[in-house]
């Protein structure tokens, strides 16, 4: 399984950003669960947002109400739909990847940069 990430950059505090997540090599995408993480420099690594092999969604606190994830099982695309972005947000985000019976998050992306000025 292989998970590419993209849509990062550079944006002014208010602004948006929607991150896209590719699968390749993945058979039954829908019975994966997927989750986005992010960790900004000096700090761990942080849960942002999971979707679970039934579209039920969480979200962490800092992004609850600025941040919609979904995914499109026929393209096996996750998205992260970020709004009202603030410089905390700054940070490398990874998607995640799971077989719905697995405990821990098996497959990761590489990452794509998220920058907030």
Known sequence: ?????????????????????????????????????????????????????????????????RSSISKDNAKKTLYLQMNSLKPEDTAMYYCAAKRFWSRVYEYWGQGTQVTVS
């Not at 990430?5 to 550079?10: A, D, I, N, R, Y």
Request: hydrophobic residues 30%; aromatic residues 10%; proline residues 2%.
């Open 1 to 65: 399984v292989q998970l590419v990430e993209s849509g990062g950059g550079s944006v002014q505090a208010g602004g948006s950003l929607r991150l896209s997540c590719a699968a390749s090599g993945v058979t039954y995408y829908s019975q994966y669960s997927m989750g986005w993480f992010r960790q900004a420099p000096g700090k761990e690594r942080e849960g942002v947002a999971h979707i679970d092999s039934d579209d039920r969604t969480t979200y962490a606190d800092s992004v609850k109400g």
